[in-house]
C-alpha cells in the first residue's frame, strides 16, 4: 500500500533523515524516528479516514499517540461522531477541500449532534479555570457541519494558527473564545492571545462567520487576514473585544447582519476590506457594513476599506456603511478613518456612508478623516454633534 505525505510532512521528513533519524512506514502512514542526535525533530504521522463511523476512534487513537511537536497528516472524508478534540502543541494538516464531500480533500465531517465539531483540548476538556490552551496549527482542512446548532472550530488557547480551512453550514464558523465548553472563563487576570486566521473560507454560517468570544478582556491581539466569509446568518465578523486586533484584507458578502461589528476597539485595524451586501435584503433594523465601540486613550484606525451594498437593500431597513460609538462615558477616544470608498447603489435608499457618535462630553470621539469617497447614499455622513470632532492632518 502507498502512503501520501504531504510537501510539508516530506521536508520535516527530509530534515530528519539527514540527521540520522529513520523513516518508516506504520499502519497508519509515515513515522519519523529522531536520531538521538537530533531529538527535537518533530514526529509526522498520517492517518487516511474511511468515510465510515470507525473514523472518530481511528483520529482520537491518532492524536493520542502522537508526541508534542509532532505533526498529523490527515486525508478523506472523515466521519465524526463525537466531537473531534485536538491536542496542544501539534499541527493538524490536510489536503484542502470545500466541504462538499466530493471526494476531493480533507473533510471533517459532522455525523453527531453536539454543540461543536471540533475543539481544542483544554475548551474540550473543560479547563478554564488552569487558563487558556496551548498553541496548536490547523491547515488545508474542510469542516463540514450538517446542524446550524453546532460550532465548527472552536478554540480557546494563544498563539492559534488557523490556515486554508473551509468551514461550511455550522452556527458560528470558527470562534476564538475565553470560556471552556463548561461555559467557565479562564481567570480575569490571563490572556489568550496572539492567533492567526488567515486564508480561511468561511460560509453559510447560521450565526456569525467568525466570532471572538469574549466577555472579559483576553482574547485580544489575534489576526483576521485575508479570509472569504459568505452567506452568515447575523455578523460576518463578530469581535466581542476588538482591543489589539488587526482585521485586514478580508472579503465578506451576502452576510444578513453587520459586515464587521467590532466591540471596545483598543489598538486595533480594519483595513483593506471588501464587504457587499451586508444586512442582505432586510426589511427592518439597523445594519452596519462596519461598526466599532471605541474606547479611551490608545486609538484605532479603520482605513482603506471597500463597502458596497450592490444586491438591493430594503427601503424600511436602516444602514450605515461604517459607524462608531464612543462607549466610555469618562474619557476620549481617537481614531482615524481614511481612504475608505463607500458606495450605496439603490433607489430612494436611506443610507447613511458615515455615523459618528459621542458619549455626550464634548470632544469625547476625536476622528482624523481624509481621503474617503461616498457616493449614492441619502446621508454622507451624520454625527451626534459637539461630542464628535473631526479634521485632519
Given at each position: 500500500?502507498?502512503?501520501?505525505?504531504?510537501?510539508?510532512?516530506?521536508?520535516?521528513?527530509?530534515?530528519?533523515?539527514?540527521?540520522?533519524?529513520?523513516?518508516?512506514?506504520?499502519?497508519?502512514?509515515?513515522?519519523?524516528?529522531?536520531?538521538?542526535?537530533?531529538?527535537?525533530?518533530?514526529?509526522?504521522?498520517?492517518?487516511?479516514?474511511?468515510?465510515?463511523?470507525?473514523?472518530?476512534?481511528?483520529?482520537?487513537?491518532?492524536?493520542s499517540a502522537l508526541p508534542e511537536g509532532g505533526t498529523l497528516v490527515i486525508e478523506g472524508t472523515c466521519d465524526l461522531t463525537q466531537p473531534l478534540v485536538l491536542a496542544a502543541g501539534r499541527t493538524y494538516e490536510g489536503s484542502t477541500g470545500d466541504g462538499s464531500?466530493?471526494?476531493?480533500?480533507?473533510?471533517?465531517?459532522?455525523?453527531?449532534?453536539?454543540?461543536?465539531?471540533?475543539?481544542?483540548?483544554?475548551?474540550?476538556?473543560?479547563q478554564a479555570s488552569a487558563g487558556t490552551g496551548d498553541p496548536l496549527t490547523v491547515q488545508d482542512l474542510a469542516i463540514a457541519c450538517d446542524s446550524s446548532a453546532t460550532n465548527g472550530l472552536v478554540l480557546m488557547a494563544w498563539q492559534v494558527i488557523v490556515s486554508h480551512v473551509d468551514v461550511t453550514g455550522c452556527d458560528s464558523g470558527i470562534v476564538d473564545t475565553s470560556t471552556d465548553a463548561a461555559g467557565t472563563a479562564i481567570p480575569a487576570t490571563g490572556t489568550s492571545v496572539n492567533s492567526r486566521f488567515d486564508d480561511n473560507f468561511i460560509q453559510n454560517s447560521a450565526s456569525h462567520g467568525f466570532w471572538v468570544d469574549d466577555s472579559g478582556n483576553a482574547v485580544t491581539d489575534g489576526f483576521f487576514d485575508d479570509n472569504q466569509v459568505a452567506s452568515s446568518g447575523q455578523n460576518a465578523v463578530e469581535l466581542d473585544n476588538a482591543a489589539g486586533w488587526n482585521v485586514t484584507g478580508n472579503h465578506l458578502y451576502n452576510d444578513s447582519q453587520d459586515g464587521i461589528y467590532a466591540s471596545r476597539m483598543w489598538g486595533t485595524t480594519i483595513s483593506g476590506n471588501y464587504i457587499e451586501?451586508?444586512?442582505?435584503?432586510?426589511?427592518?433594523?439597523?445594519?452596519?457594513?462596519?461598526?466599532?465601540?471605541?474606547?479611551?486613550?490608545?486609538?484605532?484606525?479603520?482605513?482603506?476599506?471597500?463597502?458596497?451594498?450592490?444586491?438591493?437593500?430594503?427601503?424600511s431597513a436602516s444602514y450605515t456603511y461604517l459607524g462608531v460609538s464612543q462607549n466610555s462615558s469618562d474619557c476620549s477616544g481617537s481614531l482615524t478613518v481614511n481612504g475608505n470608498v463607500i458606495y450605496d447603489q439603490a433607489a430612494g435608499n436611506k443610507a447613511t456612508g458615515m455615523g459618528f457618535q459621542g458619549n455626550g462630553t464634548s470632544a469625547s470621539l476625536v476622528i482624523g478623516s481624509a481621503g474617503n469617497v461616498i457616493r449614492g447614499v441619502a446621508t454622507t455622513r451624520s454625527t451626534s454633534g459637539t461630542d464628535v470632532s473631526i479634521g485632519g492632518q
Open positions: 500500500m502507498k502512503h501520501k505525505i504531504s510537501f510539508a510532512a516530506a521536508v520535516v521528513a527530509a530534515a530528519a533523515l539527514g540527521a540520522g533519524g529513520v523513516l518508516a512506514a506504520t499502519g497508519t502512514g509515515l513515522k519519523v524516528t529522531p536520531s538521538a542526535a537530533n531529538a527535537q525533530t518533530a514526529t509526522v504521522s498520517q492517518v487516511t479516514c474511511s468515510g465510515s463511523s470507525a473514523d472518530s476512534a481511528t483520529l482520537s487513537g491518532a492524536i464531500n466530493d471526494g476531493v480533500g480533507t473533510v471533517l465531517d459532522q455525523h453527531f449532534t453536539g454543540s461543536y465539531l471540533v475543539a481544542n483540548d483544554a475548551y474540550a476538556n473543560k451586501d451586508f444586512g442582505d435584503k432586510q426589511s427592518s433594523g439597523s445594519w452596519f457594513g462596519i461598526f466599532g465601540t471605541n474606547q479611551c486613550s490608545i486609538g484605532s484606525t479603520i482605513d482603506d476599506n471597500m463597502i458596497f451594498n450592490d444586491g438591493g437593500e430594503g427601503t
